[in-house]
């Protein structure tokens, strides 16, 4: 075969959709011209967060996947916290068309199935003065107070919550403790290879904001701090440490 021949069959293939090995996701949208989109598998799809660039309205992202029967899940998580989540695999050619103004309406084609997912926005169920939701993942000692981080690797400026989580338990070492929640999704992007050095307790569950606390608490952005009071009520809150937090710390006893 003439090597043009080969070169016209390669384009041809191509434009009909990804070889096998690999999944190819476009995006359309109205009243979106700019903007970057996240997406996550949190059943192994792919083992990051990757990041889809809008620009004019439209996006193209192809990635390998796995070339086996296996289906995985996946979730564009956009800037207002609204999440699409569908299933595809190896070789699909997913095609997303939809309206930046009303998002939840989605048309896609080339997935396996649409997950639906009813959601419906409640007030936060956290206030400063009010007591913190109880959770099984977090556990406060008597008589101390808490500081819990929510940060990830991914989120540009969120991977200060090590540092001032560190700053603030040399402070006040023997009236603070601390707990650091990351939402990364890969285990190979998560501070678990750091966890032997630090002296708090560190939690993740590789389900990114389908975390369960998240879910809980509320939390749409990231970083973000809660201080509780050894009463067990929310002190200060916010996603600025320096703004929300420092300054409330005044009223922690043993400062050295």
């Not at 996947?65 to 899940?73: A, M, P, R």
């Not at 006040?172 to 678990?192: G, I, M, R």
């Not at 750091?194 to 369960?212: A, E, F, I, N, Q």
Request: glycine letters at 8%; proline letters at 5%.
């Amino acid at each position: 075969m003439k090597p043009y021949i080969i070169l016209i069959s390669t384009f041809l293939l191509a434009a009909c959709g990804p070889q096998r090995g690999r999944l190819r996701i476009k995006g359309e949208y109205d009243n979106l011209p700019q903007a970057d989109l996240l997406l996550y598998s949190p059943d192994g799809g792919i083992s990051t967060v990757d990041t889809l660039h809008v620009v004019k309205g439209k996006f193209t992202y192809e990635t390998p996947v796995d070339d086996n029967s296996e289906s995985y899940t996946w979730v564009i998580l956009y800037p207002n916290f609204h999440t699409l989540t569908f299933v595809a695999r190896s070789g699909s050619d997913v095609r997303i068309k939809g309206d930046a103004l009303s998002l939840g309406n989605e048309e896609v084609k080339g997935a396996d199935s649409l997950v639906h997912k009813t959601e419906t926005r409640v007030p936060s169920p956290l206030a400063v003065g009010k007591k913190l939701p109880k959770s099984d993942i977090v556990k406060q000692t008597k008589g101390k107070w808490l500081l819990i981080s929510f940060w990830a690797n991914w989120k540009h400026g969120s991977s200060m919550v090590t540092y001032y989580t560190q700053q603030a338990l040399q402070q006040y070492p023997d009236s603070l403790q601390a707990l650091t929640y990351n939402l990364d999704v890969s285990p190979q992007k998560t501070s678990e290879n750091v966890t032997d050095t630090l002296k708090w307790k560190t939690y993740c569950d590789y389900k990114g904001w389908s975390g369960p606390l998240l879910s809980k608490y509320g939390i749409r952005n990231i970083p973000f701090y809660i201080l509780v009071d050894p009463k067990g009520k929310i002190a200060a809150m916010g996603g600025d440490y320096n703004r929300d937090i420092k300054s409330a710390m005044q009223k922690i006893g043993g400062v050295k």
